[in-house]
């Protein structure tokens, strides 16, 4: 079983990035995935999730308007479109699959995790 974040990269305030987890080795269309963040000293935070098929989704408060979570379950592939970044989104980006039809903002929820992919946001 693996999921693999990537996307992450250096941008200026303002600016875009698209985050994609790549899974494989179990039955993607059976799991929510979501996505959660880490900044250096604090504890890895919820930001957003969607159900197995699409249908539902779900943004911590600090993101909404500006992220957009989606999935192509023909590619095993779940999307984070991160627009208008600022500063304090700097994080580890972690995708995450829960073995339930809808997502769940609690860490413990979910099986499965991914390396991790760094986004910074600095001018």
């Known amino acids: 079983v693996q999921l693999q974040a990537s996307g992450g990269g250096l941008v200026q305030p303002g600016g875009s990035l698209r985050l994609s987890c790549v899974a494989s080795?179990?039955?993607?269309?059976?799991?929510?995935i979501g996505w959660f963040r880490q900044a250096p000293g604090k504890e890895r935070e919820f930001v957003a999730t969607?159900?197995?098929?699409?249908?539902?989704?779900h943004y911590t408060e600090s993101v909404k308007g500006r992220f957009i979570i989606s999935r192509d379950n023909a590619k095993d592939t779940v999307y984070l479109q991160m627009n208008n970044l600022k500063p304090e989104d700097t994080a580890v980006y972690y995708c995450?699959?829960?073995?339930?039809?809808?997502?769940?903002?609690?860490?413990?929820?979910?099986?499965?995790w991914g390396q991790g992919t760094l986004v910074t946001v600095s001018s």
């Open positions: 995450a699959a829960a073995r339930s039809a809808s997502g769940s903002s609690q860490v413990g929820q979910y099986q499965y």
């Open positions: 080795g179990f039955t993607w269309d059976y799991y929510s």
């Open positions: 969607i159900s197995w098929n699409g249908g539902g989704t």
